[in-house]
């Protein structure tokens, strides 16, 4: 059957990759959106979008009546998937073939088999696949801890939790089964041993409807957060070092795809450990979230060989063979120093080696306030070093991403903004590749997880190939996601911040904007602006330029060589300070000449509002504070902000009520996942500002408990009154 028009039954990143192939071969593109992405990249590059009403997963892209009305209203004759959502729904794909369209994926009964995990696990043991033993979480014992809580109907870490003890199963079991019900609309939950240290290995199979299955390579996703992968790799490092390892995967995995008759791409999972054994996880019938470091290592298309297999086309006998290695990274909105919290809001800036942009001119998506937001009003923007949605046959870099410069991250769907991904002849380059692409990247407006990405791809481990899934366990968190920047590179940092911003403010005078910033004709006291970062905290730049040139507090020997609204470069001492009447030529010789490119968001005019300042020292993203404080900004002690926007899903204690440090007082839902909201320490909880079911933006306060030695004191106070 010949397709001529594909409808993406998907959004964000995975759509417009999908859309980067049918042009490529001809075809025609329908994209769906809810009202949230009505602005999205992916809808705008597709030749017909069809909204579906509403924001929640649950209201548009998990309606399959929606989303089958939507393709034949616009005269699309084949529906892919994409990943997440209703990828693995056997209804959804049922009622795709039933109404006269092609389903670019497996048969439904392959679908169905493989969709509830604890069955699927016997029928692998059956075909003569090693498994770990499901659980019944009803008989789970004291000495079969730890286990793994897993949905049945999905992956993506929803619905996952780790149980060490058995006081702690049934609340876990509880907020597993509502996970997965928010997000794959089926509660059923199981229960398997868990291993604290394993290799996430997975092997890619492509199989067509004439009887041929390869066995397309191996990948390894060992390091992960929350159960979810966080950065990806072919060939596995492991696999590499264990002899016969890749033979027997590849039959295993050949095994479990003839055994259900599957067709079309799929990832068959498995848990391995360091001398080379490994049992089945789970197969997933469909694209994986990491295709492109298997399409870089062969030089296949897998959307491409998808459309083909869904038309009917033989694959050859056998598949090419793997060359170089490719990693790749998933670039999140979220704080990891923070318990991973997701992040919404506008991302004013991602320019990843200032990747090409294929937003038409004037195509309505607001972009950042400042110097390099983006080109969307002017059209395309050029690149010499990194691909969009590219197989790479030559060293380089990849950008798969659902976000350009303007777009909104909100709270209905998952927080990744792009996948990054690197090729090269070795592992080695590769890592460093990607590693100084991710550093020298501009990405501005929310706080990701680029830092840490950075410090795992340096990392002595990783470079080794000890990459197990206790990676950010054993190597410590706090380390792996410290910014890249040190305090004192912040700092001249913020320097250079202030410098730009007193070029900015030189540029808008309408008197003597000609003269230096600050100049007088006699001394005068030092020019301040104050900056707040994650880092320093509130730090106060004071400085003066004068006759003999720039003269910074806390600096010497700081020299100024040019300072416009957009960069700043300095002369930086390094080593030791030297003395007063040390020759000249011997102090030039110990400073290194630096430029730091500086972008502001805001009003124009504002005092307050986001700097991002780039340079090789490290990104560093700051608040320029107004001169004076609002006493109304004050947070009382003791109170509970939301970390991020989203819905109370209920409460775990009333006004009143005497709490423990770390103990639940609410739960928040948010980008498909629960968010627990613990007292920051042992009181009396003083306010309670929200119920159950209401939505609340980032920064409210929910509750407020007065801490015990608070409440002493008023104690006291009534008393001696």
């Given at each position: ?476 968190l706090e380390t792996l996601s410290a910014p890249l920047a040190s305090e004192s590179d912040e700092k001249l940092s913020l320097v ?226």
């Amino acid at each position: 059957m010949n397709i001529s028009t594909v409808l993406v039954a998907n959004r964000g990143e995975i759509a417009r990759r999908v859309f980067a192939t049918c042009r490529r071969m001809g075809l025609g593109t329908v994209a769906v959106y809810s009202d949230a992405d009505a602005a999205a990249p992916h809808v705008l590059e597709a030749d017909a979008a069809i909204r579906l009403p509403g924001n929640t997963p649950g209201e548009t892209y998990l309606r399959a009546d929606l989303i089958i009305e939507a393709a034949l209203a616009s005269g699309a004759d084949a529906v892919h998937p994409g990943y997440g959502f209703l990828s693995e729904n056997a209804d959804f794909a049922r009622a795709v073939i039933d109404a006269g369209l092609v389903w670019v994926g497996p048969p439904v009964a392959a679908i169905e088999q493989m969709g509830s995990k604890v069955e699927s696990k016997k029928m692998m043991d059956a075909a003569g696949v090693p498994v770990l033993a499901e659980l019944n979480p009803a008989e789970v014992t004291a000495d079969l801890l730890p286990v793994l809580i897993k949905a049945s109907a999905g992956g993506g870490g929803r619905g996952m939790r780790v149980v060490r003890s058995l006081d702690e199963l049934p609340g876990q079991l509880e907020a597993a089964r509502r996970e997965a019900e928010s997000a794959f609309g089926d509660p059923t939950v199981f229960c398997e041993r868990y291993l604290e240290t394993g290799r996430h290995i997975e092997v890619q199979v492509m199989a067509d409807t004439h009887g041929t299955v390869w066995s397309v390579g191996e990948r390894e996703c060992s390091i992960q957060r929350r159960h979810q992968k966080v950065v990806e790799e072919a060939p596995s490092p492991l696999v590499e070092r264990v002899d016969g390892m890749r033979a027997r995967l590849f039959e295993a995995a050949r095994l479990a795809a003839e055994a259900i008759g599957y067709e079309g791409a799929g990832t068959v999972e498995f848990l391995a450990d360091e001398q080379g054994e490994f049992f089945f996880l789970e197969m997933n019938t469909r694209l994986q979230v990491e295709h492109p470091v298997t399409e870089n290592t062969t030089g296949l298309d897998l959307v491409r060989l998808q459309l083909q297999v869904a038309q009917g086309h033989r694959l050859p006998a056998e598949p090419p063979p793997m060359r170089g290695h490719s990693i790749e990274v998933r670039l999140y909105a979220e704080d990891p120093a923070q318990d991973w919290q997701p992040q919404s809001g506008t991302v004013h800036r991602l320019e990843i080696g200032t990747a090409p942009s294929v937003i038409p001119a004037n195509a309505g998506i607001e972009a950042g306030h400042g110097h390099g937001a983006g080109t969307l009003g002017s059209g395309v923007r050029r690149d010499d070093r990194v691909a969009e949605f590219a197989v790479l046959r030559e060293p380089g870099v990849r950008l798969d991403s659902g976000v350009v410069d303007g777009s909104v991250v909100g709270v209905h769907y998952d927080p990744m903004l792009a996948k990054v991904i690197s090729y090269a002849d070795t592992r080695e380059e590769a890592a460093h590749l990607l590693a100084t692409t991710l550093q020298r990247a501009k990405i501005h407006g929310l706080v990701t997880n680029r830092d840490l990405l950075v410090r795992v791809l340096r990392h002595p481990a990783f470079l080794a190939g000890d990459t197990d899934t206790a990676f950010f366990a054993t190597h410590g968190l706090e380390t792996l996601s410290a910014p890249l920047a040190s305090e004192s590179d912040e700092k001249l940092s913020l320097v250079a911040a202030a410098l730009a911003d007193a070029a900015a403010n030189r540029s808008r005078a309408r008197v003597g904007g000609g003269l230096p910033s600050g100049w007088r004709n006699l001394p005068a006291q030092p020019q301040s602006k104050s900056y707040e970062s994650r880092t320093t905290g509130k730090h106060e730049v004071r400085y003066r330029i004068t006759r003999t040139g720039l003269e910074v507090e806390g600096y010497e020997g700081l020299e100024l060589i040019e300072a416009t609204p957009d960069s700043v470069t300095l002369l930086v001492p390094v080593g030791r300070a030297g003395s007063a009447d040390e020759p000249a030529a011997d102090r030039a010789r110990r400073r290194v000449r630096r430029r730091f490119e500086v972008a502001r968001y805001g009003e124009s005019g504002s005092d307050s509002g986001l700097v991002a300042v780039d340079s090789p020292l490290g990104p560093v993203a700051a608040r320029r504070l107004p001169r004076f404080e609002d006493p109304s900004e004050h947070i009382a002690e003791g109170s509970l902000l939301a970390p991020m926007p989203g819905a109370v899903i209920r409460l775990g204690a009333a006004v009143g009520d005497r709490v423990e440090q770390g103990q639940p007082v609410l739960w928040l839902e948010a980008m498909k996942m629960e968010h627990t909201i613990t007292a920051p320490a042992a009181g009396m909880l003083a306010e309670l500002n929200v119920t159950a079911g209401q939505q609340v933006d980032v920064g409210t306060v929910l509750a407020i408990v007065q801490p015990d030695e608070s409440a002493e004191n008023t104690v006291d106070a009534d008393n001696q009154e």
